[in-house]
């Protein structure tokens, strides 16, 4: 809890990516991607809750599966209205914010998380993410959205701003909303790098990573670790990062 104010994480996690079906449960250091998702973010000071959002499709029957094995909050809503499923998942824990984490990012680092929680009560925003501007490696994204602003997104939104849940406040309406935006500092502030996991070289990378740094890494160690092993970085630097209009 920050200062009285109740935040939890909702973790958006599906089985039918296009470029890498079933990615969340690939196996890093022999635990599904899903898993040391929610792992790192349990080392949050602010965090009182983590959700698991996903699709009520058979598909992601595995997810439902792990979390009810490892006991889990979770929760089972449409494939296709993205933001419906993100707000059903925090509706039942009376949240003042909801940090929002993609299942493509197991690198999350809980020191980010932690950092744009504060920001966004001490700014009385909207809004707070690292992504408006991109200054972290792609895979360390967060975004933080306060529950009255979501609600009114998912009474407004339609369209693609649906399956995107933040774009309506960022995109479409970014006149409406107070937003603040983290900077990565100078140490890390390496937009080239990429460790989000999409596709078969993000995976070959991202379980390397996990496999020399174990799981308890920070950003600034993956930073470091990719610039003393340039030929690892290498391996996903080609890598398009998808348009968010593509789907």
Not at 81 to 109: H, K
Not at 136 to 164: C, M, W, Y
């Amino acid at each position: 809890m920050y200062k009285g104010k109740k935040v939890g994480a909702v973790i958006l996690a599906r089985m039918r990516s296009t470029r890498l079906p079933g990615k969340v449960m690939l196996s890093l250091k022999g635990k599904p991607a899903l898993q040391w998702i929610v792992e790192r973010l349990k080392n949050s000071k602010y965090l009182d809750n983590i959700i698991i959002a996903t699709s009520d499709d058979v598909s992601c029957d595995p997810i439902a599966m792990m979390c009810t094995r490892l006991g889990y909050n979770y929760f089972r809503g449409s494939e296709e209205d993205i933001l419906d499923r993100f707000v059903g998942a925090s509706a039942p824990y009376n949240l003042d914010a909801v940090v929002r984490i993609t299942g493509d990012c197991p690198m999350v680092d809980w020191e980010i998380v932690d950092t744009l929680i504060h920001l966004f009560f001490t700014n009385n925003c909207s809004y707070c993410s690292n992504v408006l501007q991109r200054t972290f490696p792609i895979g360390f994204d967060a975004e933080v959205i306060s529950t009255d602003i979501l609600e009114e997104v998912n009474q407004l939104a339609d369209g693609v701003d649906r399956k995107h849940i933040t774009t309506y406040i960022y995109k479409t309406h970014p006149d409406r909303y107070r937003m603040v935006d983290l900077i990565a500092g100078e140490t890390v502030s390496h937009p080239e790098f990429r460790v989000t996991l999409d596709t078969l070289e993000d995976y070959v990378v991202i379980n390397t990573i996990y496999e020399l740094l174990g799981g308890s890494f920070l950003v600034r160690d993956v930073v470091d670790l990719l610039k003393a092993l340039p030929e690892l970085a290498g391996i996903n630097s080609t890598v398009k990062q998808k348009h968010y209009l593509e789907g």
